[in-house]
Each structure stands twice: as structure tokens, then as C-alpha cells.
């Protein structure tokens, strides 16, 4: 098991996955240890589908058709367009590096950039794909995801430190209604997003390079 420094730092979002299934206990180990993180007054609001085999496949199947339809049903919204000034610096660089950096395309070359995108709905090969979904609580959305976040990146480290890798994909929460519909899950839950996981493949060019951070200064202030 890696140590925490190096698992922090190791830790990236995986666009190539091998097609070798983690084992149920693999997977029981990473969700014993997301059950780890803290959440308001410890209600632990995630409710957590994990999809592998057929009805992964059955799900992406799904999802394929309603995305050459336009057809979406978001919970939340998401408008990259509203993340301005430096924010939007920082989401042209994401594209930039994984479009050009990690898969080599150029910026003109519209059609394999679409390709990129429609490698999302596969959740990038990978064989196992975890769904959050959290309660809807009126007026208590932001804090739940707060939580659900936690949970998500304990979740993340716990596949980095053990060997695995994985990404959250909001892509997933844009066809929330036929997610929760094959998963016979019922409607009083909101599907926040999905990560998608198992072993990374690192001789996969997508897994070479990791995307840097600004520095402490531009997002923390120390008052003593
Ligand atoms: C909530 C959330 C949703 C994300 N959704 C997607 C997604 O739909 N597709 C994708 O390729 N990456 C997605 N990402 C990955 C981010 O692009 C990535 O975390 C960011 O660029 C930083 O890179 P790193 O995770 O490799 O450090 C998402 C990340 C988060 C935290």
C-alpha cells in the first residue's frame, strides 16, 4: 500500500483502463474504506451502485443512444461557461491538456475530439463504475455534496494507494433518469456523479502525464 505523500501526489484521472475486473473483495476493500469519511453530523448521506459485466454494459448501452439523441436528465445543473476569469483559465488549460497533451490531437481536429469525449460514456474502458447518489434533502443539496464529495475522494486515494485508479465523471450525471432506471434506483435520490475504476494502463500515452496545480499562494491565505 502506498504511503499517504506519494498516494496524493500519484493520484490522477485514469482515461485508459485495462479490461481485467477487480475482484469483489478488491472492491469491498475500497468501499470499507470510503465508508471512512467524515460527512455532516456523520449522517453518511452517499447511497453508492457499483456496475460491472452486463449491467455496465447494459448502462452504457443506455446511455450511448441517448447521447447521439441529445437526450439528457441532469439533476444538477453544469455550465462550464459560468466558471470565468481565473476559472476559466484553469478549465482551457484541463482541455487543452487532454485533448493535445494526453491523446495528441490537434485543437482543429473536431471529429477526434468528439471521440474523446465519447470515450466518457464507456467511463474510459474501465470495467466497474461506482454511482453517487445522495438523498434530496430540500435546500440541503450543497451540503450533501459536500459530503458526497468526501467520499468521493476518499474513494479515489483508496484505489491509488491499493494499486488501482479511477475518475469522476459528471458526464455519467447527465442521463441520471435511465441510470437510476436500470439501477432500480427510486427518484428520492439525486445522482451527483460516477466514478469510473479498476487497473489503469500505464503504457496508455492518455496516463503518462498528470495536469499540475497553481501554486498554495493563489488559494490559501495564512492569517497568524
Ligand atoms: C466532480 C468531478 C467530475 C469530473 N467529471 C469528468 C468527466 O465527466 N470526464 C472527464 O474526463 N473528467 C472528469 N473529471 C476529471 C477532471 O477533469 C480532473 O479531476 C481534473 O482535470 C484534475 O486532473 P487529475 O484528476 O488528473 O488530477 C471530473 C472531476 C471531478 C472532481
Partial sequence: MLDFETTVKTRQSIRKF?????TETEIKQILTDAQNAPSACNTQPWLVHIASGETLKKLTDRIAQ???N?????DFE?????YTGEYEKRWRE???HVFTTSFGIPRENREARKNVIEQNITGYGAPHVAFLFMPDIENHHVNLAADLGMYSQTFLLSLTARGFGGIPQLFFALFADDIREILGVSKDYKLL????FG???WDAMQNKVHLGRVSIEECAVLHW
Avoid: C, V
Fill in 193 to 196: 456523479h460516477g466514478i469510473a
Fill in 199 to 201: 487497473y489503469p494502463d
Fill in 78 to 82: 453544469f455550465d462550464q461557461s459560468k
Fill in 70 to 74: 441529445n437526450q439528457f436528465s441532469r
Fill in 18 to 22: 485495462l479490461p481485467t475486473p477487480m
Fill in 66 to 68: 441517448r447521447f447521439e
Fill in 94 to 96: 484541463q482541455y487543452a
